[in-house]
């Protein structure tokens, strides 16, 4: 059993950064690809970004270049910086830990959310 902590979020300006960590417990060794989704009020939860073990990344389109993810394999930890906010940023981000062969997720876990707001 895995078990994700979030941290980070908050309040943050038009233009400015953010930093969020989700750090993973218990059966962390077995997971391979960890990423974050949000969810924005009023829509359903969509894809930001994710991290497989070797380091390969992926982005939706509209963070490309503005927001990172790295990743501490000793420490299972990812870490997403956010930078040049929007307001269509805000929302409530979701970490997740998951277990994947090929395009198959074989399992997933997934921590708290933590908001996220930015004002114009």
């Known amino acids: 059993q895995v078990h994700l902590v979030v941290s980070g979020g908050g309040l943050e300006q038009a233009g400015g950064s953010l930093r969020l960590s989700c750090a993973a417990f218990g059966s962390s060794s077995s997971i391979n690809n960890m990423g974050w989704n949000r969810q924005a009020p009023g829509k359903q939860r969509d894809f930001v970004a994710s991290?497989?073990?070797?380091?390969?990344?992926d982005f939706t389109d509209s963070v490309k270049g503005r927001f990172t993810i790295s990743r501490n394999n000793h420490k299972n930890t990812v870490y997403q910086k956010k930078n040049s906010l929007k307001p269509k940023d805000t929302a409530v981000y979701y970490c997740?830990?998951?277990?994947?062969?090929?395009?198959?997720?074989?399992?997933?876990?997934w921590g708290q959310g933590t908001q996220v707001t930015v004002s114009s």
């Open positions: 997740y830990g998951a277990k994947t062969y090929g395009q198959s997720v074989l399992w997933n876990s």
């Open positions: 991290i497989d073990s070797g380091g390969s990344t």
